[in-house]
């Protein structure tokens, strides 16, 4: 039993020799194998040719806003940066030194929550006077310096029944001269000039249509000098946006006179649509701090206007629901 036992332990450690063993080996092909093998060949990187677009991208559109232009400031050229969107370009100008970062020029003014850069009182459009008919001016009379000598001549008598046969009167009957008697002094006739008609006076002009405005303190950025103004582009849409506005304010003012005594003070702030026909849609108050009479009125001059469809350059670049408006409208005390 005791010899079994040895041969048993001999071949125990004999398996786990060789275990060891395979393991130190196999240990050592892992570590140090690629050291006796030759390196593979590195393949060669085939270039790529890649096509990068490196135009910068169309500017966004922003919403410009809008700025009526006066007539005063208009320019020919366009300035060459646009700060807002009007019915006429003018360029960018101040009479006071720059002392703000907004896009306008520095005044003085009152503490108002609007723009205006002037001051001025409205105007209704008035109608001039009716046309007349342009009469023809008559020929001028020609006067003689003599009058002309009456040469009488005697006119044969004609019966009754060749009335209706007489086409020409015959020629008188020969007189000798020394049967003729003395020819009498024709007496001067005086031709009547006619007066021409007095010729109509030309149309008055009608008066345009301009809203009241009352100049805001502003400090801005615009150091050029001279009448205060902004740069602005004069857009169709621009044109379209003043012909709305006058439209609109031109009946809120006749409004407004009419119904003064009651009229409370107050701001209305109204929202609606002009379709591409040229129609108010999507009428609503927004605010109102005034009493009812006052919103009837600002509501009825919106409601009432008629303008002329949206040209189509302009349809095009708008929504399907055509121009969006939003005004404000404030009553001040006397």
């Known amino acids: 039993m005791s010899q079994d036992k040895k041969h048993g332990r001999k071949l125990g450690f004999a398996i786990l020799i060789s275990i060891v063993l395979h393991l130190a080996i196999g240990y050592s092909l892992a570590a140090f194998g690629n050291v006796f093998t030759p390196p593979l060949p590195v393949e060669e990187e085939v270039p790529e040719l890649t096509l990068m677009d490196l135009s910068q991208p169309p500017p966004v559109e922003k919403n410009v806003p809008f700025l009526e232009t006066d007539p005063a400031k208009e320019s020919a050229e366009k300035p060459q940066q ?15 030194p720059a002392s703000g970062d907004l896009p306008l020029p520095s005044q003085d003014g009152k503490e108002k929550p609007f723009l205006d850069l002037e001051t001025r009182n409205y105007s209704l459009t008035q109608e001039g006077s009716t046309p007349q008919p342009q009469q023809p001016t008559p020929p001028p009379v020609t006067k003689p310096s003599q009058p002309p000598k009456a040469s009488p ?54 008066s345009n249509y301009q809203s009241q405005k009352q100049q805001t303190r502003i400090q801005g950025s615009i150091s050029k000098n001279g009448p205060a103004s902004v740069n602005a582009v004069g857009t169709p849409l621009g044109r379209y946006q003043k012909q709305m506005y006058d439209a609109v304010g031109a009946r809120w003012y006749q409004y ?79």
């Open 82 to 96: 646009q700060s807002f969107e009007s019915n006429a370009n003018s360029q960018a100008a101040s009479e006071r």
């Open 153 to 206: 001549t005697a006119a044969p008598t004609a019966e009754p029944d060749q009335l209706a046969m007489l086409t020409s009167t015959p020629p008188p009957a020969m007189e000798t001269p020394e049967d003729k008697p003395p020819e009498p002094s024709p007496t001067p006739e005086l031709t009547p000039v006619s007066t021409p008609p007095p010729r109509p006076q030309p149309q008055k002009p009608s």
């Open 256 to 334: 407004m006179e009419r119904r003064r005594d009651v009229i409370g003070i107050g701001t209305a702030r109204l929202s609606f649509s002009i379709d591409r026909s040229g129609r108010v849609t999507n009428l609503r108050v927004l605010e109102n701090t005034a009493n009812e009479a006052f919103a009837g009125v600002c509501l009825q001059a919106v409601q009432e206007l008629k303008l002329p469809p949206i040209p189509e350059d302009v349809a095009a670049t708008l929504p399907s629901e055509g121009l969006q408006a939003e005004l404000t409208f404030i009553s001040y005390a006397n």
